[in-house]
Structures are given as C-alpha cells and as structure tokens.
C-alpha cells in the first residue's frame, strides 16, 4: 500500500464548478499535512496547510480527519487559473527530521 | 527576496557518467531536503540536511550522496548514472529540523541517455 494515496484524474469541469479531491494515507503518526499545486514542469508550491479543524483560504477549504486517515480539499467556483496537478502531502517528522511523503497527485483541468 | 535557487536548470548525461546538482536555500534557513520526481509521479524523498549534519534519508542507493556546506548551500551527487535517474531533481528549504514549511526551488532537470 502506498504511504500516500490520491485518485489521478485527471478531474475535467467546467469554470465555476465545485471539485473535491481526497487522499489518505497510512502512517497513524503522521504530523503534519498539507495541499502542494504543481504547474506543468515547474515546482510545487504550497497551497495550504490542513488542520483537524479544517481550514478555509479564499475559494480553497482543506480538512483533516485523523481518525480515518483522510485528508480533502474543496476548490470552489473554479477559475482557469486553477488547472495543475494537486499534490497530497504528509510529513511524518520522525528520527528528527522532516520528510515529505507525497502522493501522485490528482491532474485538475478547468474548461470554459 | 531571493528563493531557493538550483543550478544547473537542465543536464544532459551518459550512463555511467556523475552528476553534481547545487542548491541555495532561502536566506536565513538551516534545513535543505532533495526530492526525485519522475514523470507522473509525485517528489520522493531522498536526503535532508540540517546544520550541515544529515537527518534523514530516503531509500535511495549508495550511489546518491549529499552534503551541506556552511553557508547551508547544498550538493547532490549521483554516481554511475542510469537511465532511471532521469527525473527533475527538487531542493527544498526550510528554516528548522522538523515540522516546517518547505519551499521549493525550481529544480535541475536531469536526462540520462
């Protein structure tokens, strides 16, 4: 099993639609958690941090459930603009360091 | 301010051939990690370094080796290439050991033939 598990896409909606990915993942001691966006050959750059309490920026909202291992990211009335591929990631921050694990990433295309 | 910053950008090889792909983090952090992705799959982690001693390590062969200097810039070496080593190669900074945000540089883009 895949340390970090995400649906590839690619994920084809109109501009305006409403678009959820999901990921999961499978070490339980897993610390921190977060959404990369990757454009097409460039680096990926961090979009937003998610915590158990979910948390909100602008059209993007990510939650966390620990329990289940589950992590999301809601994209609202998406834009053009939107269209890259969408990495989930965990940092496991054991033996006092900081690894990021990545999972394969879900492709988003947004079309007019 | 500058970003992390990666040289070369892109690298041609032969198998068999070495390779050194540099780093420079973001000003003021300690913490340089390196990542191999290749196509259609995300970053895998392969070292990091901090204050110049080694953290962590991914599971890599012998053949990838790293190392911090003291300004914290960082080195990649990759021995007897092959032709799965093909990737673009990713550095990322972060300001402490654990737990920190990581930002990335720009990445060398490496072809082994």
């Known amino acids: 099993r895949k340390e970090v598990e995400q649906d590839p896409g690619p994920f084809n909606v109109p501009e305006g639609a409403t678009v959820a990915f999901n990921c999961t993942y499978s070490?339980?001691?897993?610390?921190?958690f977060f959404w990369y966006r990757q454009d097409c050959r460039k680096e990926p750059k961090l979009l937003m941090s998610?915590?158990?309490s979910g948390n909100e920026d602008g059209r993007f909202t990510a939650q966390l459930n620990r329990a289940s291992q589950y992590i999301s990211l809601l994209i609202r009335d998406s834009k053009l603009s939107d269209s890259a591929t969408y990495l989930c990631v965990v940092n496991g921050v054991t033996g006092g360091g900081n690894k990021l694990t990545f999972g394969t990433g879900t492709q988003l295309k947004v079309e007019l | 301010d500058a970003g992390v910053t990666q040289s070369p950008t892109h690298l041609i090889k032969t198998r068999g051939q070495h390779v050194t792909l540099r780093c420079s983090p973001i000003s003021g952090h300690k913490s340089v990690s390196w990542y191999q992705q290749v196509l259609g799959q995300g970053p895998q982690f392969i070292f990091q370094y901090y204050e110049k001693e080694e953290r962590g390590r991914g599971n890599f062969p012998d053949r990838f080796s790293a190392r911090q200097f003291p300004n914290y810039s960082s080195e990649l070496n990759v021995n007897a290439l092959l032709l799965g080593d093909s990737a673009l190669y990713l550095c990322?900074?972060?300001?402490?050991?654990?737990?920190?945000?990581?930002?990335f540089g720009p990445g060398t883009r490496l072809l082994v033939l």
């Open positions: 990322a900074s972060s300001s402490g050991p654990s737990g920190e945000t990581q930002y």
């Open positions: 998610v915590y158990s």
């Open positions: 070490n339980s001691a897993s610390q921190s």
